[in-house]
């Protein structure tokens, strides 16, 4: 059976057109994937090359590799993390060395993740043309930054400082409080790894403030009012008929200032006060210290008698209060009192036997000399030194001058004869050495000659010098000393009063490493030559003291000198 004719040839058109339709499809998909494989290869090199603008600390990274990125940043950016670090602490500018601080640039780590595999378009676009600041990654070594803030901490804490208020001289000075400070170092830890960025900017630390407990406000106030007025003028003293001004350079020295409570207060010490107040004036109390004297020849006590002395107790208060009014007068009272030194207090000081008695002889030629001895005599004859005291020559007989009593007269100076006021006070000073030296007494401070004089004993003898050279032993013993001073015709002696205590010995080395006398020039004005022709030579002296009653044994002493030798002195320069 055959087709129509007239269906055949419309047939025959649509199966040629079917396979044309089939190819545009094939076309465009091949387009599209062509297109899709020119894109992701396109992303595939952007993507392996760092951003078009990177840069990090300011160092251009831009397009390229990470190979070659690496490279530069090794050698630009790591010379900038080598530098000091600036910082600064509560205002104050320091430094720190990032290697000693265990802060280092880490390269890769700085890289990574820079060429990761994008695809989306607009992140394509940004690599291409946007700046990429890339923040630097840091080591740290958390050991070696946490030694180094510690150390930072010493230079950059301070304890806070209080403000104080101190009476001197009559006025008062007001100090202003300071805050304290103390660097937070975790906190500066963290701080410094996370701002750290090699831009040699300084980086703020915290740190922590401590305020005073009174604020320079409030002490200025207190001064203002309360100090300023309390020493504005004298405060009047009266009682009864009688009165007295108390100055304010008295007022002064008898002020302080309590910080330690809620708000700031005075107060005025009542001793320092009676002390001011009754010196030579109609409060002087009436009353009579006991004395320790010698009459006949023997110690003996001038008892004690009652009298009318300013009642002491409360007297700041008083005049505290007085100040802060306009009359400014205290009502005070006087009473009757027992002397400061009773004739108990001088009885259980047991002055009551001789304990030692040592003496010297002297030139009796040198007249002048004579009379620097017999000055200084006079000045400890009579001094009692209490139990636990300790005795000072230079301030029993100073001052040393002129107007005190004393003449120039012969004197060692280096090693030299010379001349000075007082001359001659060094055998005063060897008298009182002895003395304390044979009662037991300790030895605090004495100095011997530089060359030995025949008159005393060798080793054990002291010298003295106003400001320089002093001679002090201190009264070990529960009993007060008496001292008697005097100058015989040939001798000058020194004698000690009390109860003994302790049972004294001495050894001596003898004489030995003696050292033979040259001739020395002297080009002083004031030289005086010299025969000489003594040796020096070392001694050592040991003593040993034991209590009479045998309670107490005290370690052995030695003390060791050398003494120079007596050289011939010729005046002026050597030839």
């Given amino acids: 059976m055959h087709n129509p004719p007239n269906e055949s040839p419309k047939t025959s058109r649509a199966e040629n057109q079917r396979p044309s339709k089939a190819k545009g499809w094939i076309i465009a998909g091949a387009c599209v994937v062509a297109a899709g494989g020119a894109y992701f290869g396109s ?22 590799s990470p190979d070659q990125a690496r490279e530069v940043l ?3 950016v790591t010379a900038k993390a080598s530098e000091p670090i600036k910082v600064q602490v509560d205002g104050q500018d320091y430094t720190l060395d990032p290697a000693k601080a265990g802060l280092s640039f880490d390269v890769d780590a700085t890289l990574e993740g ?8 607009v992140k394509l676009y940004e690599r291409l043309t946007g700046s990429y600041a890339i923040d630097p990654a840091v080591n740290v070594d958390h050991d070696k930054l946490d030694a180094a803030l510690k150390s930072l901490a010493k230079k950059t804490d301070a304890k806070v400082a209080e403000g104080t208020i101190k009476f001197t001289e009559g006025q008062a000075k007001l100090t202003e409080p300071v805050a304290g400070v103390e660097l937070d170092q975790p906190q500066a830890a963290e701080t410094l790894e996370e701002q750290w960025d090699f831009s040699g900017a300084t980086i703020e630390l915290p740190a922590h403030r401590v305020d005073p407990k009174f604020s320079a406000e409030q002490l200025k106030d207190f001064y203002d009012g309360e100090v300023t007025k309390l020493l504005s003028a004298p405060v009047t003293l009266q009682s009864g008929d009688k ?6 350079a008295s007022i002064a020295a008898a002020a302080s200032v309590d910080l330690s409570k809620d708000a700031p207060s005075l107060s005025l010490d009542d001793e320092k006060l009676a002390k001011a107040a009754t010196k030579n004036s109609d409060f002087s109390s009436t009353a009579k210290n006991a004395k320790v004297v010698l009459k006949g020849g023997k110690p003996s006590i001038v008892e004690s008698k009652e009298g009318i ?4 107790k409360g007297l700041g208060q008083k005049v505290l209060e007085a100040a802060a009014t306009d009359s400014r007068t205290a009502t005070v009272e006087l009473v009757a009192k027992d002397a400061e030194f ?3 207090d001088a009885k259980k000081l047991g002055i009551k036997e001789e304990i030692v008695h040592f003496s010297t002889p002297y030139p009796t030629s040198d007249t002048v000399r004579t009379k620097n001895l017999k000055a200084g005599s006079k000045r400890l004859n009579g001094l009692v030194i209490k139990p636990g005291e300790t005795f000072s020559l230079l301030k029993a007989l100073g001052p040393i001058t002129t107007a005190n009593g004393y003449y120039g007269s012969g004197v060692v ?6 001349e000075a006021v007082g001359g001659g006070l060094s055998q005063i000073s060897t008298q009182m050495y002895n003395a304390g030296f044979l009662a037991g007494y300790d030895d605090i401070t004495h100095k011997p000659h530089s060359r030995w004089f025949e008159r005393y004993p060798a080793g054990r003898e002291a010298t003295l010098w106003e400001g320089q050279v002093d001679m002090q032993w201190k009264n070990n013993t529960p009993y007060g000393v008496l001292i008697e001073a005097w100058v015989s015709s ?8 009390s109860t003994k205590y302790w049972k004294v010995s001495q050894d001596s080395s003898g004489k030995h490493h003696q050292t033979k006398p040259e001739t020395k020039y002297n080009p002083a004005d004031q030289c005086v030559p010299e025969r000489g022709g003594k040796p020096g030579f070392t001694i050592d002296i040991t003593r040993y003291r034991e209590a009479i009653d045998g309670s107490k044994k005290l370690p052995a002493e030695t003390k060791t000198w050398t003494y120079q030798p007596w050289h011939k002195v010729v005046c002026g320069t050597k030839p």
Avoid at 490 to 497: E, F, I, K, P, Q
């Fill in 43 to 64: 992303a595939a090199w952007i993507s392996s090359q760092l951003p078009a603008n990177a840069a990090v600390a300011g160092v251009s990274i831009g397009s390229m």
């Fill in 74 to 76: 090794a050698d630009q």
């Fill in 114 to 121: 820079l060429t990761q595999y994008e695809v989306n378009p």
């Fill in 243 to 248: 009165k007295v001004e108390v100055s304010p």
């Fill in 309 to 312: 002395a300013l009642e002491t």
């Fill in 342 to 344: 009773t004739t108990a």
């Fill in 413 to 418: 100076v280096d090693g030299f004869s010379s």
């Fill in 490 to 497: 040939d001798r000058v002696h020194t004698r000690l009063w």
